[in-house]
């Protein structure tokens, strides 16, 4: 199982938690960005580089992205299509993308996006908040518990 991060717009705060939960965990952190990144270096921790263009980084996630791994992003029909692969999705604000949830969310979303396209003012998402890296960070770890719980059989 691996953690995808779309790296382009994720938080430097959530990258740190990242890098520690990876390795405390031993799970396999791949960021994915546009540009080059420093990562820590560790067996655990690693970057892909990928070229430049719209969705370049979402459609390698989408690509390598497996039922069971995990993919940070805030990118709500990234999340949707990795959801619908049988892999988990988790935004920086800690919220999980889930299948319950995720078609509400891409409905959400495309309707302010129509909203903006014509014309209306719908602002931005505020800043990041100690509460978000709080919820991040605890549904993060809540994630990694379900991967070492024994299974029943």
Known sequence: ????????????????MLYRAAQRASLKL?????????????????MVQVPRGFDVADNHILEMAAAGDLVITADIPLAAAVVGKGASALNPRGELY????VQGLLDMRNFMDTLRSSGVETGGPPALSNNDRQAFAAELNRWIARQFKPQAG
Request: glycine share 2%; with cysteine.
């Open 98 to 101: 889930t299948r319950d949830n």
């Open 1 to 16: 199982m691996t953690i995808w991060v779309d790296a382009d717009a994720c938080p430097g705060v959530i990258k740190d």
């Open 30 to 46: 791949t960021l994915v960005a546009n540009r080059a990144l420093q990562v820590p270096r560790s067996p655990w921790i690693s």
